[in-house]
């Protein structure tokens, strides 16, 4: 922790009685000081209060990063880890190990053809990628919601187009064809 030690720490964060909402908003406070002395550059003394409040911004912060564990990057998730994941955590971290693989495709620790060029996706880094991406895709098959069809933005878009087509449609047949789609995919 940069020049703030425990104690301070420690005792700022019983200050905010261990309240992370309170933290929150003791956070927000500094923000807003900060951004309202960002407009009077012009002041005599704004140096020395730039550097107060800058200072307990960063005490404010080493508060919250010793109140609150530290997260678990997608990179180090484990079964268990993902099994505690719900559906919406489970499609982030799909998104976010599938950017890893992409930025480790081509990485040092890939293997070597005879003429020297990389093979794409032979990496330790790829490797372990794919095997948590699996892992995940699996949580989420678990996971997805049952008897609900899925259908993507474009066939609800075409499914509306049809729907506007049809001028001879009344509200009762429009709600009926709307829940034999959801059911069913049927216009």
Known sequence: MTNIDMTQVIAKAAELNNSIVELNKALKRIASAKTRLNHSPGLPDYNAKMAAILQEEQLLKNVR?????????????????IANLNYDEVCRAIKAIQ??????????????????????????MFLEACRIEDMLKDRREELAPTGSAKFSKALLLEFIATLRICSDLDVTTCLDRIEAFVKGGES
Request: hydrophobic share 20%; charged share 35%; with cysteine.
């Open 65 to 81: 990063s010793y109140m609150t564990e530290p997260r678990k990057t997608v990179n180090d998730l484990t079964a268990e880890d």
């Open 99 to 124: 950017t890893k693989k992409t930025h480790t495709k081509y990485a040092e620790d890939c293997k070597r053809d005879e003429d020297g060029m990389f093979i794409p996706g032979s990496g330790a």
